[in-house]
């Protein structure tokens, strides 16, 4: 547990995915509700365990001991009163051992003890039941306490106090209230005003769980969130149906994840599910925390069936990996000459006719390899396979494939590498891809069984000759594995660390987004130069004064200097305003040079001359240096 951040330090960084209902779990597995499920920690261990493994798969990066109601009011119903530390330290040792690598949350919930209009005796009952269950989960060594599932607002309060204390400032405590439809407290206390009574009694993190589904939850913590702490949200699965003689829960996976994006795009840091939830439900919220940038918690890595696991396998027997400069003719000439990239998109419909078109006069005029996205903008493309199988046979230039986890389950990607290698598409930019929702088709479902790292590992076991499961392929592919970069990112220090993962997931070239500022660029330079990987330099020429501010104000890790707006204003509409947009992008190709290994160009608007007019001049000169250096 040394290798992680402090669970704070964590959400510092980014979002964090926690699990799902753990009694409905249970309940699923043939256990009566009038049973104890906190005995099952001592009586069936595995399957308390097995739960856990389950949401770990799924995704989630915190787990929740199965101590929820094990404190010694709830507890004294089933006779088991004398038990609370052994009870919650059974708990916390399942979910180490199922967890060596996930954060772990101590649950307390409600003591069962219906407060009302509480004196101070009944107060100080509670707090003395719950500060003994507190102590027993600090005993067990969790990551951090969390006090849930609070109608009462006298006792959340309590409960804060228990938990703290017991924490001792080592761990943080967490505290989630359910609300009623309205957003209130049993005694009428609104969202915000508990939150603010929620932070001043000392809770690290604050917000919702449980309350009739993600719609209400998502509506309670938007007036959370000036508080000044992390908010989390921890909704159920909607409201429960009884059918034939079982509780269902109406909420879709599918619609669970909607909401999840909703909620980290409002600022939530940790979300989770509660009541009715399953791993399919935290997979989906697992799918939107990538999109929202997830800390990187070592569960992922072990836990996910889908994220191969690191790039450093063992080659199947009596096979060897290609060398990186043999893989392709681009690997070939990194390192040795400046390389252009230009990305040309799969036409909208069913004729490739233009982008082939495109394809020929940019070979012609010197660019090395050709780029095809995959699925841009979430439109209805062409698939980017067939189109880069028809550029290299009808073109005779080579390209680069975009393979993203948009539209693909793990199988789906894995067939999808094997044509691809057949088909004699050597190069692969991995990315994560952008959700369905900002395109033409908001009700697709978004797959992301693999994130651009998992993408990463799989295709680089692939090279080692083996598949997801380790077995042979009978042979290697000899896939040149690039990623992508955001040298403008909004969380810098989490791009450079994600960049070293990927580089250990198996990238071996980096790909830029757009820069605009020399000293942005020469920044991430220097920041990545331990990782020893080629750059080429995202290069996007500006249409217009409009085109630069809606990257600069719209689109996430893109940045465009104040100068360069202004200079793009000045210059007007037009043909005037294409040319002070190539005049940029080639200003900001000559600054950085001498420091990259070449550029990836993106037209605007498919206009592809712009590619060549930003290249004119630097292929005869990047040539005549290259002899030089052999």
Do not use: W
């Not at 390899?369 to 903008?377: E, F, L």
């Not at 009808?394 to 494939?401: C, S």
């Not at 005869?620 to 002899?627: N, P, S």
Request: aromatic share 4%; net charge neutral; proline share 5%.
């Amino acid at each position: 547990m040394s290798s992680k951040l402090p669970l704070l330090d964590a959400l510092a960084q980014g979002v964090l995915v926690l699990d799902g209902a753990m009694g409905t779990q249970i309940y699923e597995r043939g256990v009566l509700y009038s049973s104890c499920f906190e005995e099952l920690n001592v009586t069936r261990p595995e399957l308390v365990k097995k739960v856990h493994e389950d949401y770990l798969r799924a995704g989630a990066q915190i787990i929740e001991t199965n101590t929820f109601g094990a404190n010694a009011m709830r507890l004294e119903k089933h006779a088991l009163s004398p038990r609370v530390r052994e009870l919650n330290l059974a708990g916390v040792k399942i979910a180490r051992e199922a967890a060596p690598g996930a954060y772990v949350l101590g649950a307390i919930g409600p003591s069962g003890y219906f407060l009302g209009e509480a004196s101070q005796d009944d107060l100080d009952t509670v707090r003395g039941a719950l500060a003994e269950q507190a102590a027993a989960l600090v005993e067990g060594h969790v990551d951090g306490l969390i006090v849930e599932t609070m109608r009462q607002t006298g006792e959340v309060l309590v409960a804060i106090d228990a938990a703290k204390k017991a924490a001792n400032g080592k761990i943080p405590v967490f505290a989630a209230v359910s609300l009623d439809p309205a957003g209130k407290m049993a005694d009428g206390t609104d969202a915000a005003e508990i939150a603010a009574r929620m932070r001043d009694a000392g809770a690290d993190v604050i917000g919702v769980n449980c309350s009739d589904g993600p719609m209400n939850v998502l509506s309670a913590v938007e007036r959370m969130m000036e508080v000044g702490v992390p908010i989390l949200a921890v909704p159920n699965a909607g409201l429960p149906h009884r059918v034939d003689d079982r509780l269902v829960y109406v909420s879709t996976p599918e619609y669970f994840g909607l909401y999840a994006r909703r909620m980290f795009k409002l600022g939530v840091r940790v979300v989770g599910g509660c009541c009715g939830t399953t791993p399919e439900h935290i997979k989906r919220v697992a799918a939107s925390a990538r999109m929202a940038g997830a800390t990187a918690v070592d569960a992922t890595d072990m836990h996910d069936e889908g994220a191969a696991s690191d790039s450093r396998v063992t080659i199947a027997s009596g096979l060897s990996p290609t060398r990186f400069a043999e893989k392709s003719s681009l690997s070939s000439k990194i390192g040795k000459r400046f390389v252009f990239s230009v990305e040309v998109n799969p036409p909208i419909g069913l004729d490739p006719a233009k982008a082939v078109a495109a394809a020929k006069m940019l070979k012609a005029g010197g660019v090395d390899v050709i780029n095809i996205a995959d699925g841009a903008r979430a439109q209805a493309r062409m698939g980017n396979l067939a189109m880069a199988a028809r550029i290299e046979r009808d073109v005779g230039v080579e390209t680069i494939l975009h393979v993203c986890g948009r539209d693909r389950n793990l199988l789906g990607t894995l067939a999808h590498l094997l044509a691809a290698h057949d088909l004699g598409v050597r190069n692969l930019v991995i990315i994560t891809g952008d959700p369905p929702k900002i395109g033409d088709f908001p009700d697709a479902t978004p797959v992301y069984d693999l994130d651009s790292i998992g993408i990463l590992k799989l295709a680089a076991r692939l090279n080692h000759g083996v598949d997801p499961g380790g077995k042979s392929i009978g042979g290697v592919t000899s896939f040149m594995l690039a990623t992508g970069g955001e040298p403008a990112a909004l969380n810098y220090e989490r791009e450079i660390a994600r960049l070293e993962v990927k580089k250990r997931a198996g990238a071996e070239l980096v790909m830029t987004q757009p820069v605009y500022d020399p000293a942005t660029l020469e920044k991430f330079l220097k920041d990545i130069e331990p990782l020893k990987l080629p750059v080429l330099v995202g290069i996007l020429p500006l249409a217009s004064h409009r085109n630069a501010e809606f990257l600069h104000n719209e689109v996430p890790g893109m940045s465009v200097p104040s100068a360069v707006r202004e200079r793009m204003r000045k210059a007007g509409g037009g043909a005037n305003g294409r040319k002070e947009g190539v005049a940029i992008a080639r200003e900001m190709l000559a600054a950085v040079r001498d420091r990259v290994a070449g550029a990836y160009i993106m037209p605007p608007l498919e206009k592809y001359e712009l590619a060549l007019e930003v290249m004119d001049g630097f292929m005869g000169e990047c040539g005549a240096r290259a002899r030089v250096a052999e």
